[in-house]
DNA sequence: GTCTATATTTCGATAGAC
DNA sequence: GTCTATCGAAATATAGAC
């Protein structure tokens, strides 16, 4: 034979990355399902196996990328949200680079499709899912616990990895990985660490 | 008269005004023209008056960030390539969160369309100005005469502030605006000008 | 300038053979 | 599991009256 035998599950994989691969480059909205069957060789109709609608597809990959963030949710929720909070911060950020380098396609893929996925989700239950997820992190960034500077601060570290990882075009593409992470786990302790005197009321 | 004379040129500024909106909300792939025309009380037809095709909105639009960045990049490339541009990027982000705050729309929908603009460029001869922009920045962060940490810092500060203005969601919602500023000037002041010593080789 | 009406295309989705 | 064939909806864009 020449080729293994029961590619099916195999084969509702390779749709994803496929797709994946198609809605980074294109969009999810610009991206039909022919599109994806043409890539894979096969027929429009035959993704409808697998899938039921188009949306599933999106959904499916979304949802592995919910899965990563609730996990990091909930290891930043389980300190206090006090100071003990501000200083678990640098291990989250750091966990998030090692995401964020692991899971690079679905972030890209999240990132360039804001809008379909506001749209999809409006009339989806996993509404609820998303949006908590937004909201807990809102939560932590508004906690009045922790002063305004010290809050901003802890955005602006996960801004800095975000844009450094994603938003720098190729400006950093020939710097070898490691020694771009170490760097930027550097800047972001700085950033974190540094006390200011309390301004003078 | 119930109302002035000759709303032409007007109309054509509620076109841009109500489009605007919709791609923000829907997104561009996700808003018809009879979107548009709806919300403005007229016909999908009456658009094409004004624009020849769909594109031409959104390009217009598009077209008022990319002078906007065009400007700033002029400036930080009036000075030098070496110490003199890291002495000028905080007044760089400074100018950038007065534009982030005054064109906010603008940015909102750039953000959330970043596929449709890939596609939409690939087709149109203003690809050149598009990549010609995104290019200079990567040439102003990949400069040699520049240590890695201060370009990961100079990227760094941008990603700080779009994370607080765009990112945060509704986090910082509740705080003055001015004060938020201020306190995203000093952090980006702090993370920019800390010199750390070099490191053993 | 704005309308009605329509041409044309593309897409998601389904039916049914193999 | 994959195919061919097709339906129905929605979109961009055009033609021409007013």
């Known amino acids: 034979m020449a080729r293994p035998r029961s590619q099916g ?8 990355d496929v797709a994946l691969e ?31 609608r188009k949306e599933q597809i999106f959904i499916e ?14 290891e930043i929720e389980a300190v206090g949200d006090g100071s003990e909070r501000v200083a678990a911060w640098p291990a989250m950020v750091s966990r998030l680079i090692v995401e964020m380098t692991e899971n690079r396609n679905l972030m890209l ?8 996925l506001v749209t999809l989700y409006t009339n989806e239950a996993n509404l609820l899912q998303h949006e908590a997820l937004e909201a807990r992190l809102d ?8 002063t305004l500077e010290q809050r901003v601060r802890m955005a602006a570290a996960i801004g800095a990895v975000t844009e450094v990882f994603f938003d720098s075009g190729s400006a950093f593409d ?9 760097c930027l786990q550097a800047v972001v302790a700085d950033l974190l660490g540094t006390q200011r005197a309390p301004a003078p009321a």
């Open 109 to 116: 893929m999240h990132r360039r499709n804001q809008t379909a």
């Open 22 to 52: 198609l809605f980074i480059e294109r969009g999810y909205d610009r991206t039909s399902l022919r599109d994806i069957a043409q890539r894979l060789g096969i027929t429009k109709a035959a993704l409808y196996y697998y899938f039921e």
């Open 174 to 182: 020939h710097v070898p990985p490691a020694e771009l992470r170490a």
């Open 139 to 146: 939560r932590i960034l508004s906690s009045p616990a922790i």
């Open 61 to 74: 990959l979304h949802l592995r990328l919910h899965a990563i963030a609730g996990v990091i949710l909930d």
């Open 9 to 16: 599950p195999q084969t509702r994989e390779r749709i994803l």
